[in-house]
Structure formats: C-alpha cells, structure tokens
DNA sequence: CGATGTACCAATGTTAACAATACGACAAGG
DNA sequence: CCTTGTCGTATTGTTAACATTGGTACATCG
C-alpha cells in the first residue's frame, strides 16, 4: 500500500522508547490502574534495565499526558476527571478541525487510502479493546494524512489520553460502541474522500459527542 | 493582583528544570544558534552539572520543540523552515481560536487583568528582543486565562518556537515592530474585554498574519 | 585516481552507587 | 484528644564510570 518510494528510514531506536512502549501498554492492559504508583526501582527490575532509560521512559510518558509527575513525589498514572474529559475533548475538537481542513486540502490519494484501510481494520477487531485500539489508529491516520508535523504531535501528546478515555467508555456500555463505530468512521472516510470540509466538520464533531455523552451522561 | 486564595504552591523545582531555563535562555540570547549541537559534556560543563540533569534538561526542550535530537546523534537547535513557520501558523492559530473562544466563555475579570497587564508591559519594552518576550508573555496570558490546562500545555509546546521565530522577524525589520505592536495588543484586549468572539478571532488572525508576512514576504 | 574497507575518536547510551527528600509512624507536650 | 516535633524508611534526584555507536580520516585495493 504506496510504499512512500524510500526504502526505510532505518533508525534504531534507544532503551528508553522500548521501556516506554511496555509500560504504554501495561497501562493499556490494566496492569497499572490510574492513579497507581510507577516506582523506578520496581520498573527497572521488572524489565530488567537500569533506572535510566525508565526515568527517560517515563518522561516521555509524561510527555504524552498518561503519567504525571512531581518532584521527589514519584509518577502516577493519570486519572481523568470530568474536566480533564471536557477539556480533552475541546483540544482534540481544535487539532481534528485543523487536521480534517488540512487533510482535505493537501491530503494524497495514498493518505486517504491509508485512512480507508485503518476504517476497515475495525471489522476485524475481536473485543472492546481491540476495537478501541482501531478507534485510536483511525484518527492517527488522519492525523498522518494531515502532513503537519506539529499537529501530529499535538495529537500525540493527548493521544494516550484519549486513548484512556475510550477505554472508560468501553467499561460504561460496550453495546452500541462494537455496532455502530465502525459504520461511523466509514462516514468519516466518505467525507474526507469528497473533499466535502462543511460535512466532515460535522461529522468529527458529532463523532467525539457520541464518545462524550456515552461516559459524561450516566452519572 | 488577584492572588488566586491560596497562599503559595511552594514546589521545589529539580535541577533539571534549572538547566533547562539556562539552556533556553542561552538559545534565545544567541550563544547556540540555530542548528548548533548542543553536546552533553560541555553543557554538564559549563552549568557545573552531571550529564544526568543536563540530558534531562534536553529531553524536555525537546518536548518544547527548541531542540531536535536522534538516537546517538546528539541534540541540536531547532531551525525554522518556511515550511515550519507555516505549521507553527496554523497550529497557533488553531490554538488560539479555542483560547479566545474559552477566554470568552470562561475567563474572569483577574484573568483579563492579568492580560491587560501583559499588555501595558509592551510600553516598557527596552529593545526589540525584550519586545518578543513581552509579546511571548502576552500570549502566554491569553492563554493562562482561558483555564485550560492541556490547551496550555499544546501551547507550551510550540511557545519557544514560536518565539524562535519572532526573533528571526525582528531580525529581518524592526522597523514596524517596536511601534505597532503594542497597539495592536491592546486592540486584542479589547475585544477580549467586550467578549465579542467575531471581532477577537478576526484580530488575533489578523495579528498572525502581521507576523508571518514580514518574514515570508522579503526574500 | 576513485572506491572501499578499517581503525580511531568523540559523543551518546547505559549502568550502578551515593545523596537528598517526602511521607508515615510514633512519642512528647499542650 | 489533638497538635507538634522527631525519626526512620522508602523512593527519587544526582553523580561518575563503563559500554556502545556514529562519524571521519586514512590507508589500501581495484
């Protein structure tokens, strides 16, 4: 699927992004439970590494908003209140409009292909969690489709966040989500592929209300 | 002014945030240019530091965008192209149009007086550099006022880049500058202060559009 | 003379030990 | 009984030494 003509970038990656992705996905999986302790010492033994790339690992986390940090207090996983839930929702509102107004200005055929594809792989998503998972890959490839630098990491750094919330929602009401968001993001595609910024506009925001009243809506 | 209740958050900063203010402030002030390598030893030197901190110190401006760095290739100063300044523009003004409209909705009277004072310290701006700092800070109120933590924090991202590039402007024509811009701002409170959205969005566009010409148009 | 392989060096990545700090428990005093 | 001061411990912040890697200059070969 357009090969992009370079061969591959080829760069090896450091300690601290690979302790990063396991302790990522630790806290995907459950095993750190929002608001629980990351302890340095406990981390580098399980992963069987210095404290160093953990303490690199970690800041990244930070970094990305799934972890907080205070000075000699250690770093927790985030937890997300209400208001941080109002307040991802609005930043993302923000990123999506520029990316959607990006991606249907600038956005190549191969990009919006990359997008289609992501939209079908929610088919084949087994669980919650899988699904979530392609939820989150969808709007990475808009992002990537974008091809703004700046904005991608702008949605990286509430990406995991958001990624979190999804995670709540699943744990809310599984019901309608499995059914029906994959036949929304194939709307989403449709739009972006019609160039069509009004009709896409709406729909990504209609998307992230769906998402929003799901888990603000029963107390 | 509005000392917010409580009396003081009382937080000890770590070294690592010290040598990261130092590094930044020698950014800005010139002693690393654009595309300088910051190398860890003579950093760890020069601050009487251990590499520890000063790693750490890098990894965050990098999190700000000062900095770019690859895996055992070392950290250097970020350079501009015209195609970032174009991506800071737009990621801005993506940020800013959801500032003023949470400025708006949500900002109290000390939070608009902060803003006004951000203003008026424009007037005692010495030269054009401590101009960019007022200006920084202007927006850096802006912000703080619409009281949204993670929208902060995306601002903080591309802040220093941002100023980054003021600087590269007034290197081009400090002309305009120094006498418009004060002015401009207080226009922009003004609209903040009659919570007109229309007219606020359309000035702070406006104040973008003002800044990138200078550097995009004279080639 | 150009291309290629190699050895060296400088800089980063990693590790482990040392120092400083926050939190909890416990005892003394009001 | 509540407050306050002190101590101990667990955990983070910091440091310095060791290991690994990328770049470069030079020698060698075609």
Redesign the interface.
């Known amino acids: 699927m357009s090969e992009q003509g370079r061969v591959a970038p080829a760069?090896?990656?450091?300690l601290a992004d690979e302790v990063a992705d396991s302790i990522r996905e630790a806290i995907f999986a459950g095993t750190y439970a929002p608001g629980a302790q990351l302890r340095e010492v406990e981390l580098s033994g399980a992963l069987d590494v210095s404290r160093?790339p953990v303490?690199?690992a970690l800041?990244?986390l930070e970094?990305e908003?799934l972890v907080r940090s205070?000075?000699?207090r250690g770093t927790t996983v985030t937890t997300l209140s209400p208001e941080?839930v109002a307040?991802?929702d609005?930043?993302r509102?923000?990123?999506e409009?520029?990316a959607v107004r990006?991606v249907i200005a600038h956005a190549s055929d191969d990009d919006l292909a990359s997008v289609d594809k992501a939209a079908d792989l929610m088919d084949r998503a087994a669980d919650a969690h899988g699904m979530v998972r392609c939820d989150i890959a969808f709007h990475d490839a808009v992002f990537a489709a974008a091809r703004?630098?700046?904005?991608a990491?702008?949605w990286e750094?509430?990406r995991c966040q958001v990624h979190l919330f999804l995670l709540t929602r699943i744990g809310r009401s599984t019901e309608g989500y499995l059914a029906c968001i994959p036949e929304e993001h194939r709307q989403l595609v449709a739009a972006l592929r019609a160039r069509d910024a009004g009709a896409a506009l709406e729909l990504f925001a209609a998307h992230r209300r769906h998402a929003v009243e799901v888990v603000t809506a029963p107390a």
């Open positions: 760069r090896r990656r450091g160093g303490r690199e800041l990244r970094r908003g205070a000075w000699h941080d307040e991802l609005s930043l509102g923000a990123l409009e520029l990006q703004h630098q700046r904005l990491e702008a750094a509430i």
